[in-house]
């Protein structure tokens, strides 16, 4: 039963209805027509083949031409044989009957055999998966075009399941950043997070980091029966039957994953690491404002080291940074990093640097990069400030708010200048290449605009105040 439509979208009412709701049953029909789809019948040659490949079976006849291999066929749906062409020695086709006609496939093989993206074990495999395909694109290809245009995302599969996961985590929940754009009261809730079933889990609790993800979709075979998480329509074939988000396992059609909010909620179970972590991936996971190692190591050099000489340009032990990283990755946020553990504070600076460097998208995103460097080359230094600002507003979110508290890290640093001897230029030359990457990854580029990463760097220390 639907949640009532003159329920209110505010308060206990849509708690109310969001716990009461039931999702529907899974549509049934794509799964029907796979049950009713032709089965393979491989077409034996009766004598030996001097020529057939290892890979292939008894079902390959050798060099024969379309019209034979038609009438080996034999009209029979479902029918299959293998053959090397005639014109061109050494390649290879699959003859299927489908639909009262013989369709031919030029065929490969690299390990597994493919005639099209997907790659299959056996040819029996690849001529079942591909006679399901054939019958219910044939069957249903109106339905199948509109299965997007009426999605149930919303209450079903992922989006319950997203219920309880977020309402879990948002007991630890903190409240730091000065960017509107993490939580904004007025419009926000309503923009970002569309689900009813969502949006009641959150109204329980007005403290949470609202950053927008992407779903990391990437192409999955499943085992056993599976049905869409966005339309509930049946994920038909043999295997590749549609693809799955590797951060919080959300299970779709290839053709819906186009049309999912980007309301990912990344796992903790499926986020293995914290270094190498898409930096959005990690914050959402652990429902944390910025990433635990930027706070953590920040905290530590701020307690104990921001009058240490050449700090964040004098390097640590690599062997002793990499122990870091490990206990990271290993132990996350109860990872101990004190003086007890790592005494000398440049190894700590060493491993926030290399959490920034190893980030598979930088601080300052790809996205931003080229904008950010032709901002630097403004010759106004007003102009210059303004056009830096207006990228600024570009940033991911959780991009943003780790850089926003990175620079005010870094203004106390130089603050301490007459200690550590480290001014915004200095921390400009360190960080400049660190948090900014050119996404074409050319050494000559990065050389050439080194001078430009540092202007900006210096730029974001300088006007921390006035930036963000």
């Known amino acids: 039963m639907a949640a009532s439509s003159n329920s209110s979208l505010s308060g206990s009412s849509v708690s109310s209805d969001a716990e009461e709701y039931q999702p529907p049953i899974w549509k ?13 019948k491989r077409i034996i040659c009766p004598g030996e083949v001097g020529n057939r490949p290892k890979y292939y079976g008894r079902e390959f006849h050798g060099i024969i031409s379309r019209e034979q291999a038609d009438e080996l066929l034999g009209g029979v749906e479902g ?10 020695p050494g390649c290879y086709t699959l003859a299927l009957r489908f639909g009262n006609q013989t369709l031919n496939y030029r065929l490969f093989y690299d390990g597994k055999h493919f005639v099209g993206e997907k790659r299959f074990e056996s040819i029996h495999d690849l001529v079942t998966d591909g006679l399901i395909t054939l019958y219910i694109e044939t069957k249903a290809s109106e339905y199948i075009s509109k299965m997007t245009t009426n999605p149930i995302y919303e209450h079903i599969g ?33 923009e970002k997070i569309s689900s009813l079933v969502r949006r009641a889990a959150l109204s329980h609790n007005d403290n949470h980091f ?35 988000c590797s951060d919080c396992g959300l299970n779709v059609h290839k053709q819906c994953s186009k049309h999912v909010p980007n309301d990912c909620q990344p796992d903790l179970k499926r986020v293995k690491k914290v270094y190498c972590c898409d930096l959005t991936t990690l914050v959402k996971a652990h429902n944390t404002q910025r990433p635990m190692v930027v706070d953590m190591c920040i905290r530590e050099i701020e307690a104990r080291g921001l009058k240490s000489e050449g700090l964040y340009r004098v390097s640590g032990f690599t062997e002793h940074i990499e122990d870091v990283k490990m206990a990271f990755d290993r132990d996350g946020e109860k990872a101990d990093i004190s003086a007890n553990i790592y005494p000398d504070i440049n190894i700590i600076t060493g491993a926030l640097k290399l959490y920034f460097r190893d980030l598979p998208i930088p601080v300052i995103t790809y996205d931003t990069y080229s904008k950010f460097i032709e901002a630097a080359k403004i010759s106004s230094a007003d102009e210059r400030l303004e056009a830096v600002h207006e990228v600024l507003m570009l940033l991911p979110p959780a991009h943003y708010e780790t850089l926003r508290y990175l620079m005010i890290h870094l203004k106390k640093v130089t603050l301490n200048e007459k200690d550590n001897f480290m001014n915004a230029e200095n921390l400009g030359i360190v960080f400049g290449p660190t948090l900014m990457r050119p996404p074409e990854d ?8 080194m001078r430009y990463q540092k202007m900006i760097v210096q730029i974001l220390i300088e006007n921390e105040d006035v930036l963000f």
Request: aromatic fraction near 12%; hydrophobic fraction near 30%; include cysteine.
């Open 28 to 40: 049934s029909y794509l799964y029907q027509l796979q049950q009713e789809a032709p089965r393979p």
């Open 79 to 88: 029918a299959y044989i293998l053959r090397e062409s005639q014109r061109q």
């Open 158 to 190: 992922y989006a319950t399941l997203l219920r309880e996961k977020v309402s879990r985590r948002l007991s630890r929940s903190k409240n730091e950043s000065r960017k509107a754009s993490v939580t904004n009261e007025e419009h926000t809730a309503v």
């Open 210 to 244: 609202n950053y927008e993800k992407t779903h990391n979709f990437k192409v999955h075979t499943f085992r056993g029966p599976h049905w869409c998480e966005y339309c509930a329509n049946f994920m038909w074939g043999l295997i590749a039957q549609g693809v799955r």
């Open 442 to 449: 050319s050494t000559l580029t990065s050389l050439h605009d």
